[in-house]
């Protein structure tokens, strides 16, 4: 599998274009100048100097017949870009030389000098169907008329090229005249054609409906993803409403508990009132019995004083021998406050860790949710992919019962021509509205070797303008629609021809030298009949042919795509050692990415996004070796042969490079062409090309197992640095299951050369070893 990378301003950019009955085909639009892109974007940067664009983009015919013939009278108007004033277009012009641009149109509406529209060519009934193409033209904003009015310089539509070149010569005057076709018959005798030409450029107004459809779809998109983002919201409303209406039933309970509560504390209030008038009768009754308390009370104390000054008397011995008892008691209870003290300090550290743990549980349950948020937005990403596949399905089933109408209504034009055709032969006059009987034209078998030819698909648009009369047939054979009643009746038409025939031909004396030449025409008619059926079929199976190798090809190539555009971005960082650098691929042509450039950028570690060409000489080579190696892990080859890819390499990314070699070494095999020490100094062998041998060099044997390698190095040493083995030393493998065992046309020896030896500037052959353990069958 071959990747190849082209610039995109190089290459035809396909599209899918909107045709009749909003039935799609892939359309590819003509660009005539290969900077036309660039240029668009450098004018928009500058549209604040004029309010309007190219005439392209703002004009659009009423109808798609229109487009060839439009396209051929505006010309170079086409493209041209129309501006408000004449100071506007000078200043576009001078920023287009500034930016070294290609030339542009400009069309200054102040500045252009028309001719008013000629009302008489608007009533003009002969030839049918002549129209202005002023009038055929719809523009936006109508402020472009006068631009619109000059390029179109009164010209008039015709519907054939006959009546083109009455219209531009016959009617009293001259003017200017183009047909349906593209035939474009100047006022000034100059007479135009080129069909295929204008048949690309005129697709070019496709475009605009593209857009548009392409606008619709990202706002349809839009509108769905917010319908999606409210579904979602409304599970969370309704909670919301259940908790509002919870709330307001416990309003509702709380607003009657404090009703009641208040009642039950004016009843409280009214009885403390009532106690506390009781409390005040019995106030004087209290005073004289707290009175009569207090001096009992003194006269207690004095009692008291004097039982304990008795006391001591009598028990002051014994009070000595108590006092150390008091003092351990004291001690004591100094203790068991401490105890206490501690036990209060514990009960609360013990409280500070169940709120931690608390903490933690409340956590713990936060990640929790979180992560089953993650897992349903991840489930409704895939569901949303799967959506797009089944879109992407049926878009394809669609397109396949498109090409399958595509193929009964070329039929059914191959059956109506050939019905024409055969009554134009027999002399049977067809009443027609539209058309005569010239307009039919028997193909030659060169001509009708290919459905698809030009010639062959001009004719079936000719006959299709050809509407035959009807009136004369009779009510019953209007009103037939089954296709087997229509067959019978055809038929039954047949036979009664057939006898009328036999009966003219008994009647009339016969002309033996007429049938023997109606009978050789007819001969001919039917084997070219028979020629064309065959070749009709020979196309259809090519055609299918050629769209199963197209989707063959397109699955395998975007089978390798993906791979590689999956692999390059973590190879690129491997090779880079830095998670910040970024590599990745996109087609510009994503239905047929084959046709079209693959785009290829890489961010350097520590700078921002630039084009590939801004980079440096070894940034450059990191990116092509994560592309190479990209490409090489999808079908990867016995051994990967790389010559002198650090000569654009610093020091630095040498080592990164050999480092990258030297991790994959477990699934690749490679073969490095280096002059540097600083990268063959990792290789598991070393293979030097040397002058003629002399005292300085010494070797040793290195034991090799692969016959891809013996065969990659013969295959150097014959086309490669050395090119007759005369003028190396032989070399010689040595396999350790196969002793005996040498190579026929050179032997292979490993060298080391003297570093006083290196000017020569041989390369050096670095062989980075498969680990892995080798059977006999691989010798």
């Known amino acids: ?204 107004w496709d475009e605009k409906h593209m857009s548009q459809l392409k606008a619709q779809k990202e706002k349809l998109t839009e509108e769905l993803r917010e319908a999606m983002k409210k579904s979602r919201k409304e599970s969370e409303l309704n909670t919301v409403d259940s908790q509002i209406r919870g709330l307001e039933t416990r309003l509702r309970y709380a607003k009657t508990d404090m009703e009641s509560t208040n009642k039950q504390i004016q009843i409280v209030d009214k009885e403390l009132g009532r106690l506390n008038d009781e409390m005040k009768k019995y106030g004087p009754q209290i005073e004289a019995i707290e009175k009569s308390m207090q001096t009992r009370e003194q006269q207690i104390e004095e009692i008291k004083l004097k039982m304990n000054s008795v006391e001591d008397v009598v028990f002051s011995d014994f009070c000595r021998e108590i006092d150390n008892v008091n003092r351990w008691e004291r001690t004591v209870s100094d203790e068991e406050e401490k105890l206490e003290t501690c036990k209060k300090q514990e009960a609360k550290h013990r409280d500070e860790i169940d709120k931690d743990l608390q903490q933690v549980e409340q956590l713990k349950a936060l990640r929790l949710n979180k992560k089953q948020e993650l897992e349903a937005a991840e489930e409704e990403v895939g569901k949303a992919r799967r959506e797009v596949g089944a879109v992407a399905k049926d878009v394809q089933a669609a397109q396949k019962s498109i090409v399958s109408l595509e193929g009964k209504i070329e039929s059914k034009k191959s059956e109506r021509h050939t019905i024409l055709m055969q009554c134009k032969m027999d002399d049977i006059a067809i009443p027609m509205h539209v058309g005569n009987m010239e307009d039919i034209v028997a193909s030659t078998p060169s001509q009708s070797s290919s459905g698809d030819t030009s010639s062959t698909l001009q004719q079936y648009e000719k006959e299709a303008r050809i509407k035959i009369d009807y009136s004369m047939l009779s009510d019953n054979l209007k009103d037939l629609e089954e296709k087997d009643e229509i067959k019978k009746f055809a038929d039954k038409l047949l036979k009664s021809i057939h006898s009328l025939q036999d009966t003219l ?81 996109g087609a510009e042509n994503p239905e047929e990415p084959y046709l079209d450039g693959i785009n290829y950028n890489c961010v350097a570690p520590g700078k921002r996004f630039q084009p590939m060409s801004n980079l440096s000489g070894g940034e450059k080579t990191v990116a092509a070796l994560a592309l190479l190696f990209a490409i090489h892990s999808y079908q990867p080859a016995p051994f990967f042969v790389l010559d002198e890819v650090d000569a654009a390499l610093d020091n630095t990314n040498i080592g990164k490079v050999a480092k990258y070699i030297r991790e994959k070494t477990e699934s690749l095999q490679t073969i490095v062409i280096s002059l540097k020490e600083e990268f063959y100094s990792h290789a598991d062998a070393l293979i030097g090309i040397c002058p003629q041998p002399a005292d300085c060099l010494f070797h040793r044997h290195q034991s090799l197992c692969s ?37 026929r046309s050179a032997t292979i020896q490993s060298h080391q050369i003297p570093n006083k030896f290196r000017r020569y500037g041989r390369p050096t052959v670095l062989l980075y070893h498969h680990p892995r353990k080798l059977s006999q069958n691989d010798c």
């Open 1 to 204: 599998m071959y990747l190849f990378i082209y610039r995109s301003n190089q290459s035809t950019q396909l599209f899918t274009a909107p045709l009749e009955d909003d039935i799609f085909e892939p359309v590819a639009l003509y660009s005539e100048k290969p900077q036309f892109g660039l240029l668009s974007s450098r004018l928009l940067e500058y549209n604040k100097l004029f309010r309007y664009d190219r005439m392209i983009n703002m004009c659009q015919p009423i109808h798609k017949r229109y487009n060839v013939a439009i396209t051929k009278n505006l010309g170079k108007y086409m493209e041209a870009i129309v501006v408000d004033t004449e100071h506007t277009g000078r200043q576009c012009i001078k920023y287009l030389k500034e930016q070294m641009l290609e030339p542009e149109t400009f069309l200054p509406l102040d500045y252009l000098q028309t001719k008013p529209v000629k009302e008489r060519l608007r009533s003009i009934t002969e030839p049918r169907g002549v129209k202005l193409i002023y009038d055929v033209l719809q523009f936006e904003p109508q402020a472009i008329a006068k631009a619109v009015m000059f390029a179109t310089n009164n010209a008039l539509v015709c519907e054939t090229p006959e009546d083109a070149m009455k219209v531009a010569y016959e009617l009293g005057g001259r003017y200017d005249a183009v047909a349906l076709d593209g035939t474009y018959y100047q006022k000034s005798g100059l007479i135009s054609g080129g069909s295929l030409d204008l048949a690309r450029k005129a697709k070019r």
């Open 707 to 743: 016959k891809n390698i013996v065969y990659a190095i013969k295959t150097m040493i014959r086309g490669g640095t050395v090119s007759t083995a005369h003028r190396t030393n032989k070399f010689s493998i040595v396999c350790p299951y196969a002793p005996n065992h040498t190579a």
């Open 505 to 585: 031909t008994k009647i009339q004396a016969p002309n033996m030298r007429a049938i023997e030449k109606f009978q050789l025409a007819e001969g001919k008619l039917k084997s070219t009949q028979e020629e064309f059926e065959n070749l009709r079929k020979q196309n259809k199976k090519a055609k299918a042919a050629f769209e199963r190798v197209k989707q063959q090809r397109y699955e395998r190539f975007t089978r390798c795509f993906d791979h590689v555009s999956n692999e390059i971005d973590n190879i690129y960082k491997s090779l880079a050692q830095n998670q910040s650098a970024q590599a990745f691929l």
